[in-house]
């Protein structure tokens, strides 16, 4: 496994970082960039491991470095982690984050990366294999769930999860969701198992519709667990 960029201009350049010690598939991250973010500490890159194991990769470019702080308390037993955003809203800001053991249970959580805690809000949501997380221009919670190839929104307080509508694609395997700030669009790093391969495509956080924009790297079969 690999950090990489995307070229922003070109989607199918994509230029490798460093090759990751993270063994375990890296399913859930997010950039803290600093006072900007609304989380305390210096800007950095947590990123949550299948096995629950919190990492931390420096934000700037070569040379980085991608340290395990260790493992996380608090998951349900049996769940993997597969997404996080962080979200403002009246009061401090918080990293959210979507718990699942891919069959029966999902569950919405709060990440405290100082204390290295998970704290789970509300009760099962009914999601199958929600596979990311992210958020809209409103701060409204959003996750895909691959199973049914729909978009979600979830309640930060209850942790209930609302149907917004379907993807229109066949979502599988990784995929990454983040807001950009400077187009304002919903972004998805998609893999698409009909074409077998990684796309970009934005979100209609209204609908769920899903627009096309390029593959990532054509014919490199590549996952992305999440992106910023």
Do not use: C
């Not at 699942?100 to 919405?108: A, I, K, M, P």
């Not at 998970?118 to 691959?146: E, K, Y």
């Amino acid at each position: 496994m690999d950090a990489v960029d995307i070229n922003p201009v070109d989607i199918s350049s994509v230029q490798t970082l460093i090759n990751s010690p993270i063994s375990a598939f890296p399913g859930a991250g997010v950039h803290l960039r600093g006072q900007g973010s609304g989380i305390p500490g210096p800007p950095r890159i947590i990123i949550i491991d299948n096995d629950g194991h919190l990492w931390q990769r420096d934000p700037g470019e070569n040379p980085i470095s991608i340290n395990d702080l260790g493992e996380l308390t608090g998951i349900p037993s049996g769940h993997s982690i597969t997404g996080m955003e962080v979200v403002s809203g009246p009061g401090a800001a918080a990293i959210y984050g979507i718990s699942t053991n891919g069959t029966n249970q999902t569950l919405l959580v709060t990440i405290s990366p100082d204390d290295m805690t998970v704290t789970v809000i509300g009760n099962n949501n009914g999601l199958v294999l929600p596979i990311a997380l992210g958020r809209d221009a409103n701060q409204n919670l959003i996750t895909a769930d691959i199973d049914d190839d729909n978009l979600y929104q979830l309640d930060k307080i209850t942790g209930a999860a609302t149907l917004i509508g379907s993807l229109g694609y066949d979502a599988n395997f990784g995929q990454a969701i983040f807001f950009d700030e400077f187009s304002q669009k919903l972004v998805n790093l998609a893999y698409d198992a009909t074409i077998g391969d990684s796309m970009m495509r934005y979100l209609d956080p209204l609908t769920g519709a899903s627009t096309y924009m390029g593959q990532i790297q054509p014919g490199t079969v590549q996952q992305f667990g999440w992106g910023s």
